[in-house]
DNA sequence: CTGGATCCGGAAAGATACTG
DNA sequence: CAGTATCTTTCCGGATCCAG
């Protein structure tokens, strides 16, 4: 390995830290994928996103508004109702999402393959 | 929201749930972008990803191992010696590690204006 | 010395019942 | 509806120990 190998190595490691405090989370992907396909109130999320426990659910949700990612409105009622929003930023992970999915799907792929030669 | 968009909202999902098994975890990506720059010993590995233990180092290695992205050989010695070592198939995560290595390094940028902005 | 496995304590994730 | 409180479980990191 060349010094220069070296160094872009270290700037990988360092960006992929950076990205994984977005990324590296089981739900805000998801969530984000389900926030920037419109407006949605805390049920619909919950329901949108399989599997997220309300605990989570809150939990990433103000990590995320925190993270400048999401904004969080309350429309004084009767009834209360609040809303959650993608921020124009979060569009910035559209490409992120984009090769992820891509990914993601010829993996599934992949291990289906290699199952079912496991199996032969 | 349109059906149709709902049926992607969820496509996408399930493909990021595949992609997570891999990418949702704290040294697995920083550990191939140090195997694909070249074959490495366990040692070099604890090394090169600042930050990782002994342990977590091993069962991420073992992970990626069963993932097939990875391959172990031992010579034996003596010394012994066990080489770790990025399978093709793991070339196949250049793309997300690009895009994520892009986003990560636009990303930290975007933090530190919005820092420079509040301490303003 | 390298390549791990094991034990322990704190932190984080999950399930779910409950509240305004 | 929009969360919080509580309890359980699982995960992570550090230190230590062991085999070749």
Redesign the interface.
Known sequence: ?TSS??VQ?E????????????????WK??LL??LL??TRHFRGLER???GISTKMLAKELKELEAQ?LISRTVYPGPPVVVEYQALP?AQ??N???E??????????Q??EA?KAVSMA
């Open positions: 390995m190998q070296a190595c700037q990988t490691m360092r960006a992929l830290r950076h990205a994984s405090l977005v990324v590296n989370s089981k992907l998801p994928v389900a396909t419109g949108s996103v399989a400048h930023y910035s992970l490409p992120v999402i090769v992820l999915k891509a990914w993601g799907m010829q993996h599934e992949h291990v290699l």
